[in-house]
T-cell receptor
């Protein structure tokens, strides 16, 4: 148990669907992140939020839309995805940017 | 641009056979170098942070070391439960993100 909980753990969606990934951290951290992990590729940072404000958007397509309603919750809204978006999506949190980042278990996304 | 290269990509060892994993990096002012362990189907689990050349940290059978260009993760007398992918990442001074390597997939045979 890392203190970062992601739901759902597995998601299969069609290219015309709209779905959301949810992340909740129980560590009292003030920064939250979305990372993408594809087969044979390093983890890629997608978005960073600090105190509910987005501070980095790493050239991610607009079909991925993040939302951070408070410092404990982070969402990734998905719409009109492509099969190449199939990957493990990891949420993470830290106390300030200069501290260790802790990851959740990830959400496996398959786009069909 | 900050870069991390891990080698080898995959490593098979017999139980008890010690070895080292390498992480070479280039970064514009290192704030920290991180090692994570990742089991199949799970998120990365934090192991160590190293901040300056010469620093060493240990946890059970693992020992991480750092120079100005690379880090090593030494594994002593490994057990099958040490099988996992080991990820290295760096954070530049003032940066918000970690830059990850591709990982080393370690398999320990009983």
């Amino acid at each position: 148990e890392t203190g970062v909980t992601q739901t759902p753990r597995h998601l299969v969606m069609g290219m015309t669907n709209k779905k959301s990934l949810k992340c909740e951290q129980h560590l009292g951290h003030n920064a939250m992140y979305w990372y993408k992990q594809s087969a044979k590729k390093p983890l890629e940072l997608m978005f960073v939020y600090s105190l509910e404000e987005r501070v980095e958007n790493n050239s991610v397509p607009s079909r991925f839309s993040p939302e951070c309603p408070n410092s404990s919750h982070l969402f990734l809204h998905l719409h009109t995805l492509q099969p190449e978006d199939s990957a493990l999506y990891l949420c993470a949190s830290s106390q300030d940017f200069a501290d260790t980042i802790y990851f959740g278990e990830g959400s496996w996304l398959t786009v069909v | 641009e900050d870069q991390v290269t891990q080698s080898p990509e995959a490593l098979r060892l017999q139980e008890g056979e010690s070895s080292s994993l390498n992480c070479s990096y280039t970064v514009s002012g290192l704030r920290g170098l991180f090692w994570y362990r990742q089991d199949p189907g799970k998120g990365p689990e934090f192991l160590f942070t190293l901040y300056s050349a010469g620093e060493e940290k240990e946890k059970e059978r693992l020992k991480a070391t750092l120079t100005k260009k690379e880090s090593f993760l030494h594994i002593t007398a490994p057990k099958p439960e040490d099988s996992a992918t080991y990820l290295c990442a760096v954070q530049a001074a003032g940066a918000q993100k970690l830059v990850f390597g591709q990982g080393t997939r370690l398999t320990i045979n009983p």
